[in-house]
């Protein structure tokens, strides 16, 4: 776990990858509206190994495990699978990469057709790769190998000819892994499979998919929003925040010595089950929402909640009035009118000239804006530590021990 | 109880503790469903019961849907009869023709009037007789008189006729009647007979000279055109009937004068008397049930039961045709349309707007125009098939409705597939290569389907009405071919008096419309119960 990964060679290179979705409203509006789901997101994953990703709710992560899958076609960068760019790969070629990568979804009672049988399921992977074909008896050789998945997932041969209704959501679940292991995949990619079972199952799926992963050698891309669960199933973590990937660390270094601004606040919301946990009290509260991924503005994405981008301009200071070094900058509080509670001026807003007259009238001394280089410079991906990535401009000004 | 008290039972065991049952299929469980809904049931019976009364209904009548009998016109199905004599009775018709009947409501034939007076009294012929020729009475009658050069002498009878002409127009009268002729003391010199109007045909047949080319011969001849009638009195013997003028029924139609407003609910202005050999009858004596035409018969004496009949099978046979046309056409159309998405599905989705936006009454009259003449037929094994012929108005009626009304059908698949298709399953199926074609026939479409039946349940019974619309129109199936719709234009014009021309094709309408939908609304509930309203 802990050898290096780059003297090997990766199994999936996804490099500068890119999904954007057309949200233009209508056939005449002039203005063009694209939702950035990824937007140029880079990692490897290694053989054998099981990379987490992790990132609230519309980050972009499943959206990320459905590109590699080409279920949404890549708007750039590319998908290096085995040495193949299957973002270069015509849907009609893929068949022979579909059988290598498999997905496991999120919602078991969605992931199954109802008017299908368990072994109509099962082997529509073997019949579409015509994985029996050349046997004698590919029928009977169909149905072996359909019993023996049953079995190997905790079902039973009766089970075979089931319909979905018929079993519990875990079992479902067992079903789709199933599914995916028909074909005998190289990738699988888990797009939260456990997030919608019970806990005592979730223990129970993951396990399971760790045997799976000792036995034959797999591959996982382990989409989750479960930070513990992440942490306990990932060789590797990468963290995404609104289509950027923010940091990549093994799991250990990344829960131990989390650098990012953001992966601290999503470390911190973790809770810990004892009333007398030393950091109770410690927990890292964001301000205000995540901001719309449609025509994002460029700079760091995290800019708008980040304690780090603030910096404070302060009236006597430098040569320039204090006036003309607030227009144009970013406001990082919220400033109400001292008497009527009037807004004045929003948190992430840009500071016209007026703004900056009326904060200039009021007499302050200091106002709190963004750092320039946050709002207006996107950062890239660096290896601060040894395999310890991270996307922020000042992450060697920040406390790398985690607090 | 301690923890020693219990033991761990093995994986194998919990298994097979499990409780299994018979899985079953979602039709099955549908089908379960549905049959716990009475109305739904009580609809789907309906409908077997119309398509089996469409099907096979018409085996069982002895009439086809284009007899007509005149005599027989405008029957109501149920009628009064006067009883004349003992085991003799008669219905008088509302057009104030007689019929003699049964007393079960069998009708025997029409008596005819012989004149009419000048207020209101018909008198009618009330008995036939029966003539036996024998066989040495027959034959050449020679006359013992000079007859007149108008004169028609027929040997065979020892009749001559000669046309005369009185108030009425051309009649033709007895001039002169052999002392051998069997219709000596039955018929009597001076009697006349109205050829041109509507006489009993029976008796001029007698007079009728097969020999004979002259003009009144040749009038009765092709009058009748019944060679059959002819033939078998040529046979000479045997008997024969035919009607005489006496003894007479006399019907009185009085207008009584009465105030509007005194008269009592239900009566009429006219007071019918019936007077036969002297006795009045005033009271009708049974109010009895057609038996001969249980519906009654229309203005041209068709039977309206098996016109009904009739009228289901190409109502029905729009419906359905045009139904499965939709079907294909519509899933077909819908589910390219909803899973191709983007450009593909505005493109296709923006015709469909443009079909929907003609009027179908248009689409209708202009198709009519086009494919009148256009005929397709197949020789197939040495057999000749006609698939389509524009004239009829069927197959223009049921290539409208299958070219229009799939609309809706993409329509709604579209909309379907696209809720569908961003499920997890078919991104597996995509995921595992599933081929485009596979995925729709296999994953979306059978999902979509509950929607679907319920959509061509309700589109049958909207197939028959627009039907019906359309022929009630005049834009239909053209005479003598039945629909419900034009059965109801024909009752139309005849409304008041004959309602129950009208009442039957609409029964047979609201009846099909009514099982449909219920068994559509059944079909809705038991395909998704979510949708299950209150």
């Given at each position: 776990?802990?050898?290096?990964?780059?003297?090997?060679?990766?199994?999936?290179?996804?490099?500068?990858?890119?999904?954007y979705?057309?949200?233009?409203?209508?056939?005449?509006?002039?203005?063009?509206?694209?939702?950035?789901?990824?937007?140029?997101?880079?990692?490897?994953i290694y053989?054998?190994?099981?990379?987490?990703?992790?990132?609230?709710?519309?980050?972009?992560?499943?959206?990320?495990?459905?590109?590699?899958?080409?279920?949404?076609?890549?708007?750039?960068?590319?998908?290096?699978?085995?040495?193949?760019?299957?973002?270069t790969?015509?849907?009609?070629?893929?068949?022979?990469?579909?059988?290598?990568i498999?997905?496991?979804?999120?919602?078991?009672?969605?992931?199954?057709?109802?008017?299908?049988?368990?072994?109509?399921?099962?082997?529509?992977?073997?019949?579409?790769?015509?994985?029996?074909?050349?046997?004698?008896?590919?029928?009977?050789?169909k149905?072996?190998?359909?019993?023996?998945?049953l079995?190997?997932?905790?079902?039973?041969?009766?089970h075979?000819?089931?319909?979905p209704?018929?079993?519990?959501?875990?079992?479902?679940?067992?079903?789709?892994?199933?599914?995916?292991?028909?074909?005998?995949?190289?990738?699988?990619?888990c797009?939260?499979?456990?997030?919608?079972?019970?806990?005592?199952?979730?223990?129970?799926?993951?396990?399971?998919?760790?045997?799976?992963?000792?036995?034959?050698?797999?591959?996982y891309?382990?989409?989750?929003?479960?930070?513990?669960?992440?942490?306990?199933?990932?060789?590797r973590?990468?963290?995404?925040?609104l289509?950027?990937l923010?940091?990549?660390?093994?799991?250990?270094?990344?829960?131990?010595?989390?650098?990012?601004?953001?992966?601290?606040?999503?470390?911190?919301?973790?809770?810990?089950?004892?009333?007398?946990?030393?950091?109770?009290?410690?927990?890292?509260v964001?301000?205000?929402?995540?901001?719309?991924?449609?025509?994002?503005?460029?700079?760091?994405?995290?800019?708008?909640?980040?304690?780090?981008?603030?910096?404070?301009?302060?009236?006597?200071?430098?040569?320039?009035?204090?006036?003309?070094?607030?227009?144009?900058?970013?406001?990082?509080?919220t400033?109400?009118?001292?008497?009527?509670?009037?807004?004045?001026?929003?948190?992430?807003?840009?500071?016209?000239?007026?703004?900056?007259?009326?904060?200039?009238?009021?007499?302050?001394?200091?106002?709190?804006?963004?750092?320039?280089?946050?709002?207006?410079?996107?950062?890239?991906?660096?290896?601060?530590?040894?395999?310890?990535?991270?996307?922020?401009?000042y992450?060697?000004?920040?406390?790398?021990?985690?607090k | 109880?301690a923890?020693?008290?219990?033991?761990?039972?093995?994986?194998?065991?919990?298994?097979?503790?499990?409780?299994?049952?018979?899985?079953?299929?979602?039709?099955?469980?549908?089908?379960?469903?549905?049959?716990?809904?009475?109305?739904?049931?009580?609809?789907?019976?309906?409908?077997?019961?119309?398509?089996?009364?469409?099907?096979?209904?018409?085996?069982?009548?002895?009439?086809?849907?284009?007899?007509?009998?005149?005599?027989?016109?405008?029957?109501?199905p149920?009628?009064?009869?006067?009883?004349?004599?003992?085991?003799e009775?008669?219905?008088?018709?509302?057009?104030?023709?007689?019929?003699?009947?049964?007393?079960?409501?069998?009708?025997?034939?029409?008596?005819?009037?012989?004149?009419?007076?000048?207020?209101?009294?018909?008198?009618?012929?009330?008995?036939?007789?029966?003539?036996?020729?024998?066989?040495?009475?027959?034959?050449?009658?020679?006359?013992?008189?000079?007859?007149?050069?108008?004169?028609?002498?027929?040997?065979?009878?020892g009749?001559?006729?000669?046309?005369s002409?009185?108030?009425?127009?051309?009649?033709?009268?007895?001039?002169?009647?052999?002392?051998?002729?069997?219709?000596?003391?039955?018929?009597?010199?001076?009697?006349?007979f109205?050829?041109?109007?509507?006489?009993?045909?029976?008796?001029?047949?007698?007079?009728?000279?097969?020999?004979?080319?002259?003009?009144?011969?040749t009038?009765?001849?092709?009058?009748?055109?019944?060679q059959?009638?002819?033939?078998?009195?040529?046979?000479?013997?045997?008997?024969?009937?035919?009607?005489?003028?006496?003894?007479?029924i006399?019907?009185?139609?009085?207008?009584?004068?009465?105030?509007?407003?005194?008269?009592?609910?239900?009566?009429?202005?006219?007071?019918?008397?019936?007077?036969?050999?002297?006795?009045?009858?005033?009271?009708?004596?049974?109010?009895?049930?057609?038996?001969?035409?249980?519906?009654?018969?229309?203005?041209?004496?068709?039977?309206i039961?098996?016109?009904?009949?009739?009228?289901?099978?190409?109502s029905?046979?729009?419906?359905?045709?045009?139904t499965?046309?939709?079907?294909?056409?519509?899933i077909?159309?819908?589910?390219?349309?909803?899973?191709?998405?983007?450009?593909?599905?505005?493109?296709?989705?923006?015709?469909?707007?443009?079909?929907?936006?003609?009027?179908?009454?248009?689409?209708?009259?202009?198709?009519?125009?086009?494919?009148?003449?256009?005929?397709?037929?197949?020789?197939?094994f040495?057999?000749?098939?006609?698939?389509?012929?524009?004239?009829?108005?069927?197959?223009?009626?049921?290539?409208a409705?299958?070219?229009?009304?799939?609309?809706?059908?993409?329509?709604?698949?579209r909309?379907?597939?696209?809720?569908?298709?961003?499920?997890?399953?078919?991104?597996?199926?995509?995921?595992?290569?599933?081929?485009?074609?596979?995925?729709?026939?296999?994953?979306?479409?059978?999902?979509?389907?509950?929607?679907?039946?319920?959509?061509?349940?309700?589109?049958?019974?909207?197939?028959?009405?627009?039907?019906?619309?359309?022929?009630?129109?005049?834009?239909?199936?053209?005479?003598?071919?039945?629909?419900?719709?034009?059965?109801?234009?024909?009752?139309?014009?005849?409304?008041?008096?004959y309602?129950?021309?009208?009442?039957?094709?609409?029964?047979?309408i609201?009846?099909?419309?009514?099982?449909?939908?219920?068994?559509?609304?059944?079909?809705?509930?038991?395909?998704?119960?979510?949708?299950?309203?209150?």
């Amino acid at each position: 776990m802990s050898e290096s990964y780059n003297t090997q060679k990766p199994l999936l290179e996804i490099k500068n990858l890119k999904k954007y979705f057309d949200k233009s409203r209508g056939l005449f509006s002039k203005e063009k509206r694209f939702l950035t789901a990824i937007d140029d997101v880079s990692f490897n994953i290694y053989k054998g190994e099981t990379f987490g990703l992790v990132g609230e709710s519309g980050c972009g992560k499943s959206t990320t495990g459905r590109t590699i899958v080409k279920l949404y076609e890549p708007t750039a960068g590319s998908i290096i699978f085995d040495g193949v760019d299957l973002a270069t790969v015509k849907e009609k070629d893929m068949l022979p990469y579909r059988r290598k990568i498999q997905m496991i979804f999120q919602d078991p009672y969605a992931s199954l057709n109802g008017r299908m049988t368990v072994t109509d399921i099962i082997a529509e992977g073997i019949d579409t790769h015509k994985i029996f074909d050349d046997m004698p008896d590919p029928n009977k050789a169909k149905q072996e190998r359909i019993y023996e998945l049953l079995e190997s997932v905790g079902l039973k041969k009766e089970h075979a000819n089931r319909y979905p209704h018929e079993f519990s959501g875990g079992q479902r679940q067992r079903i789709g892994i199933a599914r995916a292991l028909a074909v005998d995949p190289e990738l699988i990619i888990c797009d939260e499979p456990i997030s919608a079972l019970d806990v005592s199952i979730q223990a129970q799926v993951v396990n399971m998919l760790e045997d799976f992963q000792k036995e034959r050698g797999l591959t996982y891309l382990f989409i989750a929003h479960d930070l513990s669960m992440v942490k306990h199933i990932s060789d590797r973590i990468g963290v995404m925040y609104l289509g950027k990937l923010m940091e990549v660390a093994t799991s250990d270094e990344l829960y131990e010595y989390p650098l990012h601004p953001y992966t601290k606040a999503l470390l911190s919301s973790i809770p810990v089950p004892d009333p007398n946990n030393p950091n109770k009290g410690s927990r890292i509260v964001l301000e205000g929402d995540v901001p719309s991924p449609i025509n994002p503005k460029p700079g760091c994405r995290f800019a708008s909640r980040c304690e780090y981008s603030k910096s404070v301009v302060y009236r006597n200071e430098g040569s320039k009035s204090f006036v003309d070094r607030l227009e144009g900058r970013i406001a990082r509080v919220t400033l109400l009118h001292p008497e009527t509670n009037e807004l004045i001026v929003k948190s992430n807003q840009v500071i016209t000239r007026e703004i900056a007259e009326y904060i200039d009238s009021l007499g302050k001394d200091e106002f709190v804006v963004g750092r320039d280089r946050c709002f207006s410079e996107t950062p890239e991906l660096i290896e601060v530590k040894k395999e310890h990535f991270a996307a922020c401009h000042y992450i060697n000004d920040l406390d790398g021990t985690g607090k | 109880m301690a923890n020693k008290d219990f033991e761990f039972i093995s994986r194998e065991e919990k298994l097979d503790s499990e409780q299994t049952r018979r899985s079953l299929t979602y039709w099955q469980d549908v089908w379960r469903r549905l049959k716990k809904n009475r109305l739904a049931m009580i609809g789907l019976i309906g409908v077997i019961i119309i398509v089996l009364f469409g099907i096979l209904g018409p085996i069982f009548t002895p009439y086809k849907y284009s007899d007509q009998v005149l005599d027989f016109s405008n029957l109501p199905p149920r009628f009064d009869i006067y009883n004349i004599a003992d085991d003799e009775y008669i219905f008088l018709t509302k057009e104030y023709r007689v019929l003699e009947t049964t007393s079960k409501g069998e009708l025997i034939s029409r008596i005819d009037n012989i004149h009419k007076d000048q207020v209101n009294k018909i008198y009618y012929f009330a008995k036939e007789y029966e003539v036996t020729l024998e066989a040495n009475t027959v034959g050449n009658y020679t006359p013992t008189e000079t007859l007149g050069a108008n004169a028609v002498y027929s040997t065979k009878w020892g009749i001559a006729l000669e046309d005369s002409t009185n108030a009425a127009g051309v009649i033709a009268q007895i001039v002169y009647i052999h002392p051998n002729s069997p219709f000596q003391g039955v018929l009597m010199e001076g009697d006349s007979f109205d050829i041109q109007s509507n006489q009993n045909l029976t008796e001029i047949m007698l007079l009728a000279d097969p020999n004979s080319t002259s003009s009144a011969s040749t009038l009765i001849e092709g009058r009748m055109g019944s060679q059959a009638v002819i033939d078998a009195l040529e046979a000479n013997n045997g008997v024969e009937y035919f009607v005489v003028g006496d003894p007479q029924i006399e019907v009185n139609f009085s207008y009584k004068l009465m105030d509007p407003e005194d008269r009592p609910a239900g009566y009429e202005d006219v007071l019918i008397t019936v007077t036969y050999e002297g006795k009045e009858l005033t009271e009708k004596s049974d109010t009895v049930s057609n038996s001969t035409y249980l519906w009654g018969t229309d203005s041209l004496g068709r039977d309206i039961l098996t016109r009904v009949m009739y009228g289901a099978r190409i109502s029905l046979a729009v419906a359905f045709v045009a139904t499965i046309v939709n079907f294909i056409i519509g899933i077909t159309y819908g589910s390219i349309s909803g899973y191709k998405g983007g450009g593909v599905d505005n493109f296709m989705m923006r015709v469909v707007d443009i079909i929907n936006s003609i009027p179908l009454t248009l689409y209708v009259i202009l198709l009519m125009v086009v494919l009148r003449d256009v005929v397709i037929d197949v020789t197939l094994f040495g057999r000749y098939f006609v698939i389509f012929k524009g004239g009829s108005g069927l197959g223009t009626i049921i290539f409208a409705l299958g070219s229009v009304y799939w609309v809706g059908m993409a329509r709604l698949v579209r909309g379907q597939i696209l809720g569908l298709k961003e499920q997890e399953y078919v991104l597996a199926a995509r995921t595992i290569g599933v081929s485009t074609t596979k995925i729709i026939t296999r994953h979306l479409v059978p999902n979509a389907m509950g929607p679907i039946i319920v959509s061509m349940t309700m589109m049958i019974p909207s197939a028959v009405f627009t039907e019906a619309f359309l022929s009630f129109i005049g834009l239909g199936v053209s005479a003598p071919q039945a629909s419900w719709g034009t059965l109801a234009n024909d009752a139309l014009s005849g409304l008041t008096t004959y309602p129950y021309q009208l009442f039957f094709p609409a029964a047979a309408i609201a009846v099909t419309m009514l099982a449909f939908n219920f068994l559509g609304d059944g079909l809705r509930d038991a395909l998704d119960p979510r949708l299950r309203k209150g």
